[in-house]
């Protein structure tokens, strides 16, 4: 089963978080999971904040990438629509806002939770949450702003 990120044009395709194009990057894969989406994510030694725990930015990317994912794929199922169906829709963060609840280790693998909260327009707002070993160790929301048909393009 494709991810979502795996439907994004090629031209779009560059995010470090989600970008299937950025050999460099964490290159996430999301998924429906009923009326939720889910991602897993094994940290590298090197995400490291504090000896045995993961570094926030990492979480903060996590969330932010799987939430503008989970818009997409909002807003092609809100409107009836395959997710390789034209014109694609492709979002990028307005706002981002994380709370984190305790230290996430480092050691495992992630899940990161998403459902969508509001769609509006050109924006679908999404609350996420990031676990590890079962407990929930950061939640944030994003507002997703969907993507003008000029962003990825040479000038």
């Known amino acids: 089963m494709k991810a979502f990120q795996d439907y994004y044009p090629d ?39 504090v000896p045995g725990y993961a570094y926030g930015g990492l979480i903060a990317s996590l969330i932010d990438c799987h939430s503008t994912g989970t818009a997409a794929a909002a807003m092609y199922r809100a409107e009836g629509r395959d997710m390789d169906s034209l014109p694609p829709f492709r979002f990028v963060t307005g706002s981002l806002h994380v709370d984190y609840l305790k230290p996430t280790p480092i050691d495992g693998v992630l899940e ?6 509001e769609i509006k ?10 676990s590890a070993n079962g407990v929930v160790t950061a939640r944030g929301e994003v507002v997703a702003v969907q993507m003008p ?4 393009k040479t000038i």
């Open 11 to 49: 031209n779009v395709a560059e995010c470090y978080g989600c970008g299937s194009n950025n050999h460099h990057g964490h290159q996430i894969k999301t998924h429906w999971d009923g009326d939720e989406t889910v991602t897993f994510f094994t940290p590298e030694p090197y995400q490291t904040s």
């Open 112 to 117: 990161i939770r998403g459902r969508i909260k």
């Open 121 to 130: 327009g050109r924006k679908v707002i999404v609350e996420s949450t990031a």
């Open 149 to 152: 048909e000029s962003f990825g």
